[in-house]
């Protein structure tokens, strides 16, 4: 019903920058809140960077200054910018909308995950 595209991934130095993009589309009624999460190789997955409908922003201690992350509620999209890449970066990165559908059932969808690689 909901659908999640990222895109943006890929390999970068140290220091460098990439940035992410996510369009969501199917039965949308309305997105509440979208965000970023990250799964490193052997570890789970945690939050990067969330924001809300209303455009409040949140982000996970280790990317705060470095990551920004918006939205377009027109296109239905998500970006994280991120900045001064760091080895420990480097992670699946995933897509993350709460969705209300058009039929009013909640759902929480998921992009396909898109890889980000930052070399030392």
């Known amino acids: 019903q909901v659908r999640l595209v990222e895109s943006g991934g890929g390999l970068v130095q140290a220091g460098g920058s990439l940035r992410l993009s996510c369009a969501a589309s199917g039965s949308i009624f309305r997105i509440n809140a979208m965000g970023w999460y990250r799964q490193a190789p052997g570890k789970q997955r945690d939050l990067v960077a969330v924001?809300?409908?209303?455009?409040?922003?949140s982000y996970a201690d280790s990317v705060k200054g470095r990551f920004t992350i918006s939205r377009d509620n027109a296109k239905n999209t998500v970006d994280l910018q991120m900045n001064s890449l760091k080895s420990d970066d480097t992670a699946v990165y995933y897509c993350?909308?709460?969705?209300?559908?058009?039929?009013?059932?909640?759902?929480?969808?998921w992009g396909q995950g898109t890889l980000v690689t930052v070399s030392s």
């Open positions: 993350y909308a709460g969705v209300l559908t058009n039929t009013m059932l909640v759902l929480d969808a």
């Open positions: 924001i809300s409908s209303g455009g409040s922003t």
